[in-house]
């Protein structure tokens, strides 16, 4: 595998850098690439900050301990270290670091059941340009319902089929993002980001679940939200409370905090200025100040 510009990947106990090849990397009898059986975290520095990292790291945690019973403690250390030396290297002005850490094992002999290959990780850094945050989008309703997970909800896994097909959807009719809806009609989360409303002077975000993932920016915007003594509740919120609310925002460890201007429907239209004011994200902003 040739690295592009602008990314490095450690692997193995070795840091490659643009246009270098790693060996061994891109194997057939890799269970990630043969059944999507890998788990991963993802974060973007905040003010050349690694932010939140220990709950990145808990995440990993127990999403190793739960899907092959493995001991963290033989990771933890080497993990940390070598995000931490890599976000001190090639710092530009203006750019923040986006990191992804992923689990996956290897596969003996490319059937389902023999899982008793080694278990690795990688580690992808890339440099993003200055203000690549997503400021304000318009979204749609899914096609279809959220089914829910097989697994617990702090599991990020690989498989995002589902979600890539939506959003080449939502793109052929120029929409940026969707949000689901699950069996009783109830609003669970965007294809990669949880959901957070505002009515009056109370926030409102879905109730972790199965179908709805445990988000570290969504954990982390609720503590911010207590700090600020503002009312923050977590409840199911059906498609009437939803058209009802004052402002909505889509969280994600990567692209932050994004505010949502129009919502299409399948019965119905939410729209608000383009260019509001967006409470959450002062909020959020806030609390990262405050505590990093």
């Not at 923040?96 to 278990?119: A, K, M």
Request: one cysteine or more; aromatic letters at 10%.
């Amino acid at each position: 595998m040739l690295i592009k510009n602008n990314t490095q990947i450690y692997f193995k106990g070795t840091l490659y850098s643009s246009n270098e090849q790693i060996p061994h990397f891109s194997s057939c009898f890799n269970r990630s690439i043969l059944f999507g059986e890998s788990i991963f975290t993802s974060m973007k520095t905040w003010r050349k900050k690694l932010i939140f990292l220990d709950d990145h790291l808990e995440r990993l945690a127990k999403g190793i301990i739960y899907l092959w019973k493995a001991d963290w403690k033989q990771y933890e250390q080497e993990i940390k270290d070598a995000l931490i030396s890599m976000n001190e290297q090639n710092i530009c002005d203006g750019a923040e670091n986006y990191f992804r850490v992923t689990f996956f094992q290897e596969s003996p002999d490319g059937t389902l059941l023999n899982t008793n290959g080694d278990l690795n990780f990688y580690i992808i850094k890339k440099q993003l340009p200055q203000n690549s945050d997503r400021q304000s989008i318009c979204i749609g309703q899914a096609a279809v319902s959220k089914a829910p997970r097989a697994y617990p909800p702090f599991l990020k896994v690989s498989n995002y089929v589902d979600s890539i097909v939506e959003l080449k959807k939502a793109k052929e009719s120029g929409l940026d993002d969707v949000f689901y809806v699950d069996s009783k009609q109830n609003v669970t989360e965007a294809t990669t980001s949880n959901i957070f409303t505002r009515i009056d002077d109370t926030y409102y975000t879905p109730s972790v679940s199965p179908t709805v993932l445990d988000g570290i920016t969504r954990r982390r915007l609720i503590s911010a939200l207590n700090r600020g003594k503002k009312n923050v509740v977590e409840k199911e919120i059906n498609l009437h409370e939803f058209g009802r609310a004052h402002e909505i925002v889509l969280t994600n460890a990567v692209t932050g905090i994004t505010a949502v201007h129009e919502i299409i429907g399948h019965n119905f239209h939410w729209q608000i200025q383009k260019d509001s004011p967006c409470k959450l994200r002062e909020i959020f902003n806030d609390y990262l100040i405050e505590t990093t």
